[in-house]
Nanobody
Framework: QVQLVESGGGLVQAGGSLRLSCAAS????????MGWFRQAPGKEREFVAA????????YYADSVKGRFTISRDNAKNTVYLQMNSLKPEDTAVYYC?????????????????WGQGTQVTVSS
């Protein structure tokens, strides 16, 4: 079992920044790629960013590229999502997920553990 707990969400004005954190426990964190996904009201869950097990590879959705940065600290069993230049369309519940493999992936079915989500609201 893996437990994932997200934090850092909140309300921010457009153009502002937030940093999400995801603390992991259970299965060896450092042997899993990690990802962030989001789900806006009335929409399907979508990929945001992913990072490989040692942090050497990262992937981003086109919609967040250049604004968001994913990183991880294996010593702290934590993955982060730094979000800058936030837009109202970034409003969603953000989920952290742990993949079965070490390679970063944007494929949702490759992730087998999910956090409960943290709300991010960007006002215009």
């Amino acid at each position: 079992q893996v437990q994932l707990v997200e934090s850092g969400g909140g309300l921010v004005q457009a153009g502002g920044s937030l940093r999400l954190s995801c603390a992991a426990s259970g299965r060896t964190f450092s042997s899993s790629a990690m990802g962030w996904f989001r789900q806006a009201p009335g929409k399907e869950r979508e990929f945001v960013a992913a990072i490989s097990w040692r942090g050497g590879s990262t992937y981003y959705a086109d919609s967040v590229k250049g604004r968001f940065t994913i990183s991880r600290d294996n010593a702290k069993n934590t993955v982060y999502l730094q979000m800058n230049s936030l837009k109202p369309e970034d409003t969603a519940v953000y989920y952290c997920a742990a993949a079965r493999a070490i390679k970063a992936t944007q494929i949702m079915s490759e992730y087998d553990y999910w956090g409960q989500g943290t709300q991010v609201t960007v006002s215009s």
